[in-house]
């Protein structure tokens, strides 16, 4: 569950309030405040003081929308933890995968009633929720106050992996797995929480000895949860890192997803030194080498 929370001016109720009954949500009267809206997947409510609050399970359409009404980027998303799962639970992400350059990286976190309440108020959420500027901040926090993990499958590697298995689920799997038993090494935990991609099995598949005894959850916006969130922050913070080390060794501004800007880097790169060179640098199975 999580809560999105900012102050807005009153006069922009009347409107927010169309914007909502436009979007199907059922408005009713709450207590000071002037209406709650209401669907199955969120409640909004805007109170008298001006304080605008949405509560969900996953947040991140229906604020980029009500941002996107009101013209403003304010988003304030609280994390919390999820009552369904274990106190003490392993939570893993990965990032880099719809990113053309760079590599496919995940990272694996342990929280425990401690940490959690910690990671909540310092602001810990999904890594899209998150400007690049505040990653690593986070990301340090995170890091000192938590077991870990972080696979990076650098592109050399991830080419060479992807060019076996034809499947980006399977090599996604692998690298989940590799990041639960990597933390399993260093403590006991019996419980992990991944997001859900492909046939459940893969994961299952790819542990080994020591995560075949643990519950393996795999679930559909798993980054509302504390762990999951705390494990796509540093991610992110490293494959941002491993971005910036390709731009400085090849000295120009290595962009981030599969854009225009992503295929001229590309073609500076190939011309500056060789096609090949590509390997090094990127997911070639993109469509965007082709391009290139």
Same mark, same amino acid.
């Given at each position: 569950?999580?809560?999105?929370?900012?102050?807005?001016?009153?006069?922009?109720?009347?409107?927010?309030?169309?914007?909502?009954?436009?979007?199907?949500?059922?408005?009713?009267?709450?207590?000071?405040?002037?209406?709650?809206?209401?669907?199955?997947?969120?409640?909004?409510?805007?109170?008298?003081?001006?304080?605008?609050?949405?509560?969900?399970?996953?947040?991140?359409?229906?604020?980029?929308?009500?941002?996107?009404?009101?013209?403003?980027?304010?988003?304030?998303?609280?994390?919390?933890?999820?009552?369904?799962?274990?106190?003490?639970?392993?939570?893993?992400?990965?990032?880099?995968?719809?990113?053309?350059?760079?590599?496919?990286?995940?990272?694996?976190?342990?929280?425990?009633?401690?940490?959690?309440?910690?990671?909540?108020?310092?602001?810990?959420?999904?890594?899209?929720?998150?400007?690049?500027?505040?990653?690593?901040?986070?990301?340090?926090?995170?890091?000192?106050?938590?077991?870990?993990?972080?696979?990076?499958?650098?592109?050399?590697?991830?080419?060479?992996?992807?060019?076996?298995?034809?499947?980006?689920?399977?090599?996604?799997?692998?690298?989940?797995?590799?990041?639960?038993?990597?933390?399993?090494?260093?403590?006991?935990?019996?419980?992990?929480?991944?997001?859900?991609?492909?046939?459940?099995?893969?994961?299952?598949?790819?542990?080994?000895?020591?995560?075949?005894?643990?519950?393996?959850?795999?679930?559909? $916006?798993?980054?509302? *949860?504390?762990?999951? &969130? @705390? =494990?796509?922050? !540093?991610?992110?913070?490293?494959?941002?890192?491993? +971005?910036?080390?390709?731009?400085?060794?090849?000295?120009?501004?290595?962009? $981030?997803?599969?854009? *225009?800007?992503?295929? &001229? @880097? =590309?073609?500076? !790169?190939?011309?500056?030194?060789?096609?090949?060179? +590509?390997?090094?640098?990127?997911?070639?199975?993109?469509?965007?080498?082709?391009?290139?």
């Amino acid at each position: 569950m999580g809560n999105y929370s900012t102050k807005l001016d009153i006069s922009t109720e009347p409107g927010l309030k169309q914007f909502f009954i436009k979007e199907g949500a059922e408005i009713t009267t709450q207590q000071y405040a002037f209406w709650r809206a209401k669907t199955k997947n969120y409640a909004a409510i805007f109170y008298n003081t001006g304080k605008f609050l949405i509560q969900g399970a996953d947040l991140d359409e229906i604020t980029r929308k009500v941002e996107k009404f009101l013209g403003v980027s304010t988003t304030k998303i609280e994390q919390t933890a999820d009552s369904d799962a274990p106190t003490r639970r392993i939570g893993v992400d990965e990032s880099g995968k719809g990113d053309f350059f760079g590599p496919l990286v995940v990272a694996s976190v342990m929280v425990d009633e401690k940490n959690t309440e910690l990671f909540i108020k310092a602001g810990v959420r999904d890594c899209k929720t998150v400007d690049d500027k505040n990653i690593n901040k986070l990301a340090a926090l995170i890091k000192n106050n938590s077991v870990f993990s972080i696979v990076t499958i650098n592109p050399a590697k991830y080419n060479e992996l992807y060019a076996k298995l034809k499947n980006l689920n399977m090599l996604l799997a692998w690298g989940h797995a590799r990041a639960i038993e990597n933390i399993l090494e260093k403590t006991d935990c019996s419980y992990a929480l991944s997001d859900k991609f492909g046939d459940e099995k893969f994961i299952r598949n790819a542990l080994l000895k020591r995560g075949r005894t643990i519950h393996l959850e795999q679930r559909c $916006k798993a980054e509302s *949860d504390i762990a999951v &969130a @705390a =494990a796509s922050i !540093i991610a992110r913070a490293q494959f941002l890192k491993c +971005l910036s080390e390709i731009s400085e060794k090849y000295g120009i501004e290595i962009p $981030k997803g599969a854009n *225009d800007r992503v295929i &001229a @880097a =590309a073609r500076t !790169i190939s011309q500056k030194y060789t096609k090949s060179e +590509l390997i090094n640098t990127s997911k070639i199975h993109f469509k965007t080498y082709e391009q290139v």
